[in-house]
């Protein structure tokens, strides 16, 4: 009933930038926390960083000053802006949303995935 569709990943040299989008449909109510995470070969899932509906964020440490997170609420879409990409931010990146669903208001707010983007960065 919902989808969450991403893109803008690709593979980009060290120091290069990268705009990852998502962009959420369906039957939606509303929409509370977004967020981008990654998971990088054998290692488990992380937070990337995380936007409110009111748009308070947060990063990860090794982020903080490297990558924007912002979201256009009328869009239902939320933004990952990588500038200075280095060779340990490779990984696959999901956006994640919590949404109210339209049609089954009663269960309250619902997780949404990404099929993920490859984000690859040379040295």
């Known amino acids: 009933q919902v989808q969450l569709v991403e893109s803008g990943g690709g593979l980009v040299q060290a120091g290069g930038s990268l705009r990852l989008s998502c962009a959420a449909s369906?039957?939606?109510?509303?929409?509370?926390?977004m967020g981008w995470y990654r998971q990088a070969p054998g290692k488990q899932r992380e937070l990337v960083a995380g936007?409110?509906?009111?748009?308070?964020?947060k990063y990860a440490d090794s982020v903080k000053g490297r990558f924007t997170i912002s979201r256009d609420n009328a869009k239902n879409t939320v933004y990952l802006q990588m500038n200075s990409l280095k060779p340990e931010d490779t990984a696959v990146y999901y956006c994640?949303?919590?949404?109210?669903?339209?049609?089954?208001?009663?269960?309250?707010?619902?997780?949404?995935w990404g099929q993920g983007t490859q984000v690859t960065v040379s040295s």
């Open positions: 369906g039957s939606i109510y509303s929409i509370n926390a």
């Open positions: 936007i409110t509906s009111g748009g308070s964020t």
């Open positions: 994640n949303a919590d949404v109210a669903v339209a049609s089954m208001p009663q269960i309250g707010l619902v997780a949404y």
